[in-house]
């Protein structure tokens, strides 16, 4: 047989499966995956228009807006080190440095003292009692001075001049309250689980930050570097770390709650204010209750240690896909007020964490209830290819050939659905590495 007759046999059935498909449910499911593709189109479009804010910006900087550093550490002897370093290299001068212990159990307090006991520049805080993330930071936060606020996790690495950048962003665009680095795994050439991850937060960073940048709207200023003007939160710290869903106190969602708080604060911080008004937060220092802008900088980087094992990536996805279930019901309360395209893209990326595995699923059971098995076939090959098109087009070194298909399988297998999980088991709320 010729190859144009193969060809022409191949659009024939396809051809004919696809008509067939045209009624009833069937009929549904393409018109979902259609509006789908359109839309992501649509958001690739936009989200490659995106330009750093630090590349607007003039250059110049005053050297005078003092930078308050946190990083609050558990049981991290073999991270803290570097990460601490990486503050204390940056370009950015004015600054103070915050190192708060969370009552660690193992040789981290030992650690940071013999490795920083004695440089001035550094105040670090040994707490007793283990109080969790947001309570150690707050600790930092109440003695701190500075009028911008830098924040990362114990396992990350500031590029050397990534304080200097997010401070030329601050200085230039005075509506802007946060602003979020980039970041990718320090470790990602460690095995295909760390590269698949690198490749993930590729994506996540550049077309999904950038795409929400645009608007001044990012919805989550991640840990590894989350930078805030002091305005814009200071205030809303004890609600932060006092945060409660489902009557019990939630130590997730430590980034996406504070950027909430950036992005929504005209909706919520007379509350916020009523509520703890006895706080020294709030009595202190009063800062003007408004909503700002928080933007995305490609260019001020980071770099943070993934977990490199399937069952520590599940774990750490349980616990994001918790902290994102929070956050509806704080951010996404609000979030409907901001631009159109960002409401948009924000609602119907809810619809889709739920909705996709179930639709996905029913349409795979469709095509082999009703024996269309080639075109189920020709079908996932080519989501496979478009999948490995894309990630290949990402901007990510030493990538293996296999590491595209590999991670759309275990996403569709495994991964899509931990957001079920995640809510049946919602009140367990062990933080795991």
Known sequence: MLLSDLSADILDQISNDIEELTSGFEYAILIICTILTIMGIAFLSISKRYVDPYNQANKKTTNETLVSFFVAVRNDEKLIVNCINSMLNQTYKKREIFVIDDASTDNTPKVIEKNFGSNPEIKILYLKTNVGKKKALAEGIKKSEGEIFAFTDSDSIW??????????????????????????????NHNIWTRIQNQEYEKQYRWRKGFESNYGAVSCVSGPLACYRRETIYNYIPKWKNDKFLGKEFQFATDRIMTGFALCGKDIGTDIKEEYSESSFINNEKYEIRNWDVVYSNSAKVWTVVPDKLSTIISQ????????????????????????PTTIYYYLHVLFVFLYPILFTVAIIQFVLNDYLFLLSFSLLGYLVISALINASINTQNKKLLDSPISIIIYHILFQWLIFYSIITINSRDWKR
């Open 159 to 188: 590029k050397e001049d990534a304080i200097e950048k997010v401070v030329t962003i601050f200085e230039n665009y005075p509506n802007v309250g946060g602003v979020s680095g980039h970041c990718n795994a320090k470790n990602a």
């Open 317 to 340: 996805k349980i616990r994001w896909n918790k902290s994102f279930i929070r956050n509806l019901f704080f951010t996404g309360k609000y979030y409907w007020k901001k631009s159109l």
